[in-house]
């Protein structure tokens, strides 16, 4: 429907719904107590050549702190983070 109440009809041959993400107040907070740097819009920052290090050695970001993702790439990220502190 549009704005005057008229409901329309269309044909796509793609269709993409998506929710947004944000980092959360607590999330944030916690950050900035443990000294790690977030981009402009709340996730760590990381290097391509170490995707889950941030700012602080020793503490490594996974999954959705590190930016939206799937669950295979989360999955494959906590292995990354797991073999980097051992």
């Known amino acids: 429907m549009d704005e005057k109440g008229e409901q329309h009809s269309e044909i796509f041959s793609?269709?993409?719904?998506s929710t947004g993400m944000e980092i959360s107040r607590e999330v944030r907070g916690l950050a900035?107590?443990?000294d790690i740097e977030l981009d402009k819009d709340g996730f760590?920052?990381?290097?391509?050549?170490?995707?889950v290090a941030t700012s602080r050695p020793g503490i490594f970001a996974c999954g959705a702190f590190a930016g939206p993702?799937?669950?295979p790439q989360s999955v494959m990220e906590a292995s990354a983070a797991s073999s980097a502190y051992s």
Do not use: A, E, H, N
């Open 32 to 34: 900035q107590r443990l």
């Open 44 to 51: 760590t920052i990381s290097s391509c050549f170490s995707p």
């Open 14 to 17: 793609l269709v993409v719904l």
């Open 69 to 71: 993702k799937d669950i």
